[in-house]
Each structure stands twice: as structure tokens, then as C-alpha cells.
């Protein structure tokens, strides 16, 4: 396969590649976890493998003046909801108030972090990232130091650095649309 001598097919597909994932990030943004944002996770489950009224979860939640950010049916008898920060005291109001409408439900968890936390998380996420492009920038200056002519060796590594940056602007383009369409959220795992 000659693929120097088509390389404007390949360069034409990475741009609107390139450009398709810029403007879902512009447009979109990025469904941020729990972890970087602060708020409580709630995940609800069926003891009896029963399905689970969604109404009924979200009227409980309304009852209770609880504004929810996300409502995510993980499958029939499995419930996620994410809300701003509240209490064990509101979660429990809200469990009852479910089981007061004959619904055979209990906490599978249940996980609350401050905004606080979440904005030091995405502190250090960002400098975690930032080192490690600084990281790779040194390594690839080091490792392409004695490339001989007609190329120079600087040449080599800003190819790198342009690729490494292709690589992930189209992985985050991915996930704002994957954020947007199928609700699913950025953690440290993903920064990890």
C-alpha cells in the first residue's frame, strides 16, 4: 500500500476527524464525574430483582427538593442517580418515600464528595497531564538527538508531538460525544 502517495486522502480524513472532535468539545463539553464536580451518588437496586418505577425514584427525589444532575437506568432492577451534595439523613428520606409506594428497594451505595475535593482533583489531574506531555516532550528531544540528514532531528519530534496531540484531541472528541449521547462521564480513571 502506497501511503506517502496518498497522503492527502489520509490527511483529509484526519482533518475532519480533527475537526469533527474540536467542535464536539466546543459544542458539547465533557460529562465530568462526580469526582471533579462534588455532589452525592446514589445507586438503587431491587431486592426482589423486580423492576424499578423510574417516576417513582425521581417523585422521591422531587419530594424532597433534591435537584438530580443525571438519572441513569443501569438495567431494569438498577437505578444511578447523581444530585448535589445532600445529606444520609435526605438519602434515607428518599429511600423511604420510595418504599412507601410498595417498591422493594434498598442503597447499593451511595458516595458524596465536596466541591472542594473535585476542584483539587481537577487541579492535579491537570498537572498530572501537563507533566506528562513535558515528560514525552523530553523523552521524544532525547530520543531523536542523533537522527542523521537530510532530515533534521527537531523535525522528527515535533511530527511526534503533532501526532500525540491528534491522538488525543480525537480521544476527548470521542468521549464529549459519548458524554452527550450515552451520558458517560469523565473520571480519574480517564485521566489516569
Known amino acids: 500500500m502506497d501511503i ?7 490527511l483529509i480524513a484526519s482533518g475532519i476527524v480533527t475537526t469533527i472532535c474540536l467542535l464536539a468539545i466546543v459544542i458539547f463539553g465533557f460529562k465530568l464525574s ?9 445507586e438503587i437496586v431491587s431486592n426482589d430483582n423486580k423492576a ?26 438498577d437505578i444511578t442517580v447523581r444530585t448535589d451534595t445532600i445529606s444520609d439523613a435526605q438519602k434515607n428520606q428518599v429511600l423511604a418515600r420510595i418504599t412507601e409506594t ?40 532525547f530520543a531523536f538527538r542523533k537522527v542523521s540528514k537530510p532530515v533534521s532531528s527537531w523535525k522528527f519530534g515535533i511530527s511526534a508531538i503533532i501526532a500525540l496531540m491528534h491522538d488525543v484531541l480525537v480521544v476527548l472528541g470521542v468521549f464529549a460525544i459519548a458524554g452527550f449521547v450515552g451520558g458517560i462521564e469523565i473520571d480519574t480513571l480517564f485521566i489516569t
Open 34 to 42: 462526580i469526582e471533579f464536580t462534588g455532589g452525592s451518588k446514589l
Open 52 to 77: 424499578i418505577n423510574e417516576s417513582v425514584v425521581r417523585k422521591a427525589f422531587d419530594s424532597q427538593k433534591i435537584k438530580v444532575v443525571t438519572f441513569k437506568k443501569n438495567t431494569d432492577s
Open 102 to 141: 410498595g417498591a422493594n428497594v434498598k442503597e447499593k451505595s451511595f458516595d458524596t464528595l465536596g466541591p472542594t475535593i473535585g476542584g483539587e482533583t481537577r487541579i492535579n489531574a491537570l498537572k498530572a497531564v501537563g507533566l506528562a506531555i513535558v515528560a514525552i516532550t523530553l523523552y521524544i528531544a
Open 4 to 10: 506517502v502517495g496518498k497522503r492527502r486522502i489520509f
